[in-house]
Structure formats: C-alpha cells, structure tokens
C-alpha cells in the first residue's frame, strides 16, 4: 500500500557523523504520514524526560502520501521536545521543504546527538553529506546563510534550505527555522534546538518520479483539487489580500489584541491592515512548491543608504496575519513600514514572531507598571516606538543582562521571576496568537497539542457561533473533533488553508488512486488515535491540564463574545481531563 519512497526513513546521528536508511512500513501503513508517523518516531527515540537543548532531544521532519501528488498537499510536519514549552512540540512549514524530501526519497528524516562544531547537512537523494558550516555561524542575518549556501549546494530537482539565524546559534527559547527565505518551523523554537545541535542548516534536493496505482483516476481528482483551488471562492482570499485580511476583520468584531490586549481594537487597524499593505507595499505573491494558490505577500519598500542622498536599496519582507498582529497591534506600531521593519528584523534573527511580539508587549507593560526598569531594557520600550522595538530584538538576541537572557526563555518564564504573570499571555508556555475571539480561542490554545490556534481552530468556531452561547462541554466537543481531523490533514500532510478542499470524504477518494484504501468513518478514527498517541506523549514528559496557567487579561478586556469568565474556563477544562482521562 504505502509506495516504496514514503516508507523510507533517514537516521542522522550527529555525534558520530553517520547516517543509515530504514523501511518503516510498519509505521507508514498504521499511521500514514507527516504527524502520525513523526509522533510515533519522536516516541521512539526521544529518551523520558530529556533536557529539550541537550544531545538526546530529536528532530523528526515528516512528509505524507498525498506530497508531491496532489496541490497544496506542501507542507513538512517537524516534531520535537520544546524547549519554549518543556513538552512536545509541532511545527508546519512548505516553501519546497516538502517536495524536496519527498522527491529525495524519504518519507520522514530523524535527526539526533550533537555535533562538536558548527556543521551543516546536505542530503542529495541518497548520499548524505556533513559540511564544515563554523564559516556561517554567527552571520549576522539568515538570509545571507541561505545565499551563500544556495551557491554551494547545486543540485539537479527540487531543493529545501532550511537554515537558524543568530536567534538559534543564541538558544532564543522561539528561534524558528527558515526555509526558502519565506516560509518557517516559527513556532516552539525549532531553531534552539537546531542551535543546541550545532546544526546550522538543512539541505535536502531530489528528483524523484513518484509511482501512480491509477493514472486515469488519478487524473481526475487532481483537476477536482486544482479547479477548487484555482476556481472556487474557497482559496480566493488567501491569494488577494492574504491572512492580513483578518486585521480589518478582527479588528471590527473586538478581537484584535492590541498593547498586550489591554485593549482587542486598535485604532490605527487601517494601517496596517492587508488591504493598505497590498495597496502600498505588495511587491508580489509567492506560493509553495506544488501549489497554485500562493498566499505568500511579500512586501517591498526603499530604504536609503546612510550618508549617501540618492542610494536606495528595495528591501523584500513577507507578511502574514500573525506578525501583522504580534509586531503592529500588539506593540501600537501603527507606520507600516515600522512593522514591516519589525518584521524584517525578526527574519534576519530568524525567531517565531508571534513569540517575540507578545513577549516585547509584556516587557513594555512590565515598564509601564514598574515591575522591570530601564536598567532591566536597556531601551525605553513605549507603544509605537518600532525602533526602540527593534534594537529590542537585537537584544533578545545578544542577551548581555539578566533581564533578556530570561526574556529570551519566553514570558512564562519571564513573568514568574520579575512578577506580571497576571498579563504574560502565554498558554501551556507558549505566546499567544492573534485571536480574543471569545472563550473558544484561549481553551484551544490551552488544550491544543501544540498550545496553537491551528490545533482546534478555536477562533473560528468563536466566529462561527456569534450571538450563540455554547456549554463549555459542547465547545470542548467541538474543539476535539477538529483537532482530531486535522491529525489527518497534517498525517497527509495538507496545508491547513485547504481544510475547506480538503473534506473527508475528497480525501478518501484522492487516496485511492494512489492505492491505499479508507473510508470516511476509518479517517476519522485514524485522526481521533493519533490525537491521542500525541496527548499520551505530552503526559509523558509532564503535561498535566491542572498544572496549566491561565492569565486574568483575557478577563479583563471584552473578547468578539463579551467578556469571559475563569469559571467557563475551568468547567470547560475539567470536563476536557475527564473526556481525555488526564489529570
Ligand atoms: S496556501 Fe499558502 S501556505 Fe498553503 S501551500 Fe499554498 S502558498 Fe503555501
């Protein structure tokens, strides 16, 4: 059933520089791809309770059947201990990571043990490659590791480079990984653990043909796909304004968090909204390798040289919903290019800007309040001063004081040694993304797997209920179902924004022709147990739901539901430990 490239998995063991190839069918055909399988893996080596920065963590990227057959099926499912969060952590990125490894031959690539020295890996279809990287480390910006690397690694196909900045060689606690300069494993701090390893960067190429059991019908359903794609209202939005679409939006219904969300509407939301930066600054829209919708705005702006009248360099960032509202309303940046300057900084770091604003728009309201001083910031942190926020950064980076070296370990951290946890938004340790939608939103975020809006989709269901009052054990119901679903969609493994194409039973059909076969009720049973293979192994390493912090701002400021309260909350979580049987 499963092909004979998708079963094979590479082990890379860093300390002794060797590499070996398995077949995992075993593994494929229980569980078939991306997250399924890396869960499993990631069971498999990960020693009980192992130090996230130390040699016995692993990285496992996995791809699934549907990559590099069907469109938007563009995405690398990457697993690990967190270090941001002490538990298990998920990342998705595309860019051509996806398409890279499938046509390399791979179906998912285990990477363990700790390099002496700086190094970087470069697998060409079936020959492995450790490269002497001590030249890139410390560059001070990842798009330069990504140039000179691009001119070394020439190979014929597809090719991923998937590189750390400072923020990871540094063990920024939310380093992320770059790949193609416009994609990233943002979230959970990826890059730290790269950075722990000594790993500068990833290189994977192929050129592969991938098998087909039946062409004709195989045919069919892929113009099925593409026309829903291309056609079809359903993807229309993310190609025209992209996600920053939802800043308007949001920002009309009172869910925009804005300065730490002491407020969830920001006045300056035309600003930065998706339709003023399309309208000012977009420059073009790129897309994932094997993809035909191409959500990717990238912005581009001049910058002039200093001290030279008439010398301008165009500056290229790309930008989505998240950084929009993390660096701009998050922090009161209203200029546009400010944030896009914000957000070019965090590129160049290479760190999960989601991570990064919340955490600067608790230290400014940490300022505010007295709780930290300028000693502790070095720089005056105020709403709206994005160079201030800037050099900031920078100094997460460097960490040369106390203050951002537990900075630089997430605001959980932070908080609970300078004081101010009440409003560190930072749910199961991990920051917040953009969405005080209602109650629905933060018991996602506190229940997810991954403590992230994409596990539950918690926000959308706020939306979608509006006006409505759920008990807290139907919305819990509701969550679980989605989640458990989209363990599928990620096992495929499917960009989410085609979860509207993507419907259980399309994703039956598109399976068959590639031999494999599941009906609806057996897809969904498959997702609901690899939800749970994942909480099995977050209570592993100690995730317990009662030991989960919840911050009175979400209480303090009206969510799009009106105001929420800690005992809905609480109902709502004790009703999920008996549904899961966790304590
Ligand atoms: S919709 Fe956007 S993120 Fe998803 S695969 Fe296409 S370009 Fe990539």
Redesign the pocket.
């Known amino acids: 059933m499963v092909d004979k490239y998708l079963r094979r998995v590479l082990y890379i063991d860093l300390t002794r520089l060797r590499y070996w190839v398995e077949d995992r069918e075993d593994l494929f055909d229980r569980w078939l791809g991306g997250t399924g399988v890396a869960v499993q893996l990631l069971k498999e080596e990960l020693p009980k309770g192992a130090d996230p920065l130390g040699p016995e963590n692993v990285i496992v990227f996995a791809v699934g059947p549907l990559v590099g057959y069907y469109p938007?099926a563009?995405k690398t499912v990457a697993v690990f201990k967190s270090p941001l969060t002490g538990n298990f952590g998920e990342s998705h990125a595309?860019g051509r990571s996806a398409i890279a490894i499938r046509m390399a031959g791979y179906g998912a690539i285990v990477i363990k043990g700790k390099s002496r020295i700086p190094i970087y890996i470069a697998i060409h279809g079936n020959k492995v490659y450790f490269r002497d990287a001590s030249a890139y480390w410390g560059m001070g910006s990842s798009y330069t590791v990504g140039r000179v690397i691009r001119e070394n690694e020439i190979s014929p196909g597809h090719r991923t480079i998937m590189r750390i900045g400072r923020a990871g060689e540094k063990l920024v606690r939310y380093a992320g990984v770059i790949t193609e300069t416009y994609r990233h494993f943002g979230r959970l701090g990826l890059g730290a653990v790269f950075g722990s390893k000594k790993l500068k960067a990833l290189v994977v190429s192929g050129k592969l043909e991938l098998p087909v059991k039946d062409k004709i019908r195989f045919r069919d359903i892929y113009k099925e796909i593409y026309d829903r794609a291309v056609k079809s209202p359903v993807m229309k939005k993310?190609h025209d304004l992209g996600t920053p679409a939802n800043v308007l939006h949001l920002n009309e219904i009172h869910a925009l968090p804005t300065r730490n969300l002491k407020q969830s509407s920001f006045e300056h939301a035309d600003k930065i909204s998706g339709e003023n930066l399309a309208k000012n600054y977009l420059g073009r829209r790129v897309?994932?390798a094997h993809?035909p919708?191409?959500?990717?705005h990238i912005a581009s702006w001049r910058e002039p040289y200093v001290d030279e009248p008439y010398f301008y360099k165009t500056m290229f960032v790309s930008y989505d919903y998240e950084p929009t509202y993390s660096l701009g309303a998050m922090l009161g940046i209203k200029d546009p290019v400010g944030l896009l300057k914000l957000i070019e900084t965090v590129e160049v770091m290479g760190l999960d800007a989601m991570s990064t604003g919340v955490s600067l728009a608790w230290a400014t309201e940490a300022l505010e309040r007295g709780i930290i001083s300028e000693k502790d910031t070095i720089v005056k942190l105020s709403w709206g001063d994005y160079e201030n926020y800037i050099r900031a950064i920078e100094l997460i980076v460097e960490q040369p004081n106390d203050f951002y070296k537990n900075l630089a370990m997430g605001i959980d951290h932070c908080s609970a040694i300078y004081g101010g946890q009440e409003f560190a938004l930072a749910f199961g340790k991990n920051e917040m993304p953009g969405y005080h939608t209602g109650p629905a939103a933060h018991i996602g975020y506190l229940i997810g797997a991954r403590h992230s809006h994409l596990d539950n989709a918690g926000y959308s269901l706020d939306q979608k209920t509006l006006g409505e009052t759920l008990s807290p054990q139907e919305l819990i119901d509701r969550l679980v179902t989605e989640e458990s679903w989209r363990q599928i969609l990620s096992s495929l493994v499917v960009?989410f924004?085609?979860r509207g194409i993507y419907k259980p039973e399309l994703v039956r059909d598109a399976l068959e022709p590639l031999g494999y076969s599941f009906s609806v009720d057996e897809l969904k049973k498959l997702g609901e147990e690899i939800y749970r293979e994942k909480y099995r192994l977050k209570v592993r390493e100690g995730f317990s739901i009662s030991g989960l912090r919840i911050p009175d701002r979400i209480f303090e400021t009206e969510s799009a539901k009106g105001f929420i309260t800690r005992d809905y909350i609480i109902e709502a979580l004790n009703y999920f430990k008996e549904k899961m049987n966790i304590k």
Not at 293 to 296: E, G, K, L, Q, T
Request: proline share 0%.
């Open positions: 938007l563009s595309g993310y897309a994932c993809c919708v191409a959500c990717i960009c924004f085609a």
